[in-house]
């Protein structure tokens, strides 16, 4: 099963077959004070400067989040958006809880965009599906219901299985899904990783949809995060899970390495281009750095 995006001239397939796709994360005020002062000052030009980055170092689509307490994010997804699709050519991922927010930056984004997220909650059901349909967009959704993320790999398939549903029901083709089996912190429970590559597997086998990972929050608590982290996503890859909103600058090039030994990269051309352009990168920043 391939899910399609497009942006202003550019189309990235999504699929089993295809090599993982790298979602930039960075587009994101949480926890980052700098971009959510930014926002707030109406500087756009720092948020379009990450876009340039994570798409440099490998971002084949990027999530875009404008969540900064007091904004009005309506207008400034709005104006992001514009800016954004001025300057790149790649597909956008629209990042909102409100189906306002959501409503207007798809309105503004180019082509086929994604929308994250939709829950197994009905009131997120109820408000996110409808927007996603009218825009034509695909949707990541959220193995999570009102009673929380279930503690089995069963429970969250089930979920799975009712948003594809309730997207059915909508006219949203089970092609435009891509289920996110959700992960916790094995710094509180040892078995969570397990759990989530265990709902990777049934996932894969019961509905053939792909799966979006956030492989960060595996590692929360611990030390050495990044390790921990690089580990879960080439499990999570190799388990079936076919892109990920992750930092492309820490973990572009274990994403190479995944599709190299998964196969998906003839002669290792990709994985050898990848790892050239991002040491010609790091010289640039470095020296850059320093000025």
């Known amino acids: 099963m391939r899910t399609i995006l497009k942006g202003k001239s550019k189309d990235i397939t999504i699929g089993i077959d295809r090599p993982f796709v790298m979602i930039g994360e960075k587009i994101n005020p949480t926890g980052n004070k700098k971009l959510a002062a930014a926002l707030t000052e109406g500087n756009y030009e720092f948020a379009v400067n990450l876009a340039k980055r994570q798409i440099s170092?490998?971002?084949?689509?990027?999530?875009?989040?404008v969540g900064v307490p007091g904004l009005d994010e309506v207008a400034a997804v709005s104006k992001l958006v514009e800016l954004l699709t001025a300057a790149v050519d790649i597909p956008l991922c629209i990042d909102s809880n409100s189906p306002q927010?959501?409503?207007?930056?798809?309105?503004?984004?180019p082509g086929k965009p994604l929308v994250n997220s939709v829950s197994a909650e009905e009131k997120s059901l109820n408000a996110i599906l409808p927007v996603v349909k009218e825009r034509g967009a695909a949707v990541i959704g959220l193995t999570i219901s009102e009673g929380g993320i279930p503690k089995t790999a069963e429970e969250r398939v089930a979920l799975a299985e009712k948003i594809i549903e309730r997207a059915a029901q909508k006219g949203i083709p089970i092609e435009d899904?891509?289920?996110?089996?959700?992960?916790?912190?094995?710094?509180?429970d040892s078995k969570a990783a397990l759990v989530t590559l265990q709902t990777i597997e049934l996932l894969r086998r019961e509905f053939g949809v792909n799966i979006n990972l956030g492989a960060s929050n595996v590692s929360f608590g611990l030390p050495d995060r990044h390790t921990a982290n690089q580990t879960f996503l080439a499990m999570s890859i190799a388990a079936g899970a076919t892109c990920s909103i992750t930092d492309p600058i820490k973990l572009g090039q274990t994403i190479r390495a995944a599709d190299l030994l998964l196969g998906k990269d003839d002669y290792a051309m990709r994985y050898i281009k990848y790892f050239r352009a991002a040491e010609k990168l790091k010289e640039e920043e470095e020296e850059e750095a320093v000025k």
């Open 177 to 188: 899904i891509i289920i996110d089996p959700l992960v916790l912190t094995v710094g509180s």
């Open 57 to 65: 170092w490998g971002a084949d689509v990027l999530d875009v989040n």
């Open 101 to 109: 927010v959501l409503a207007a930056g798809l309105k503004a984004a």
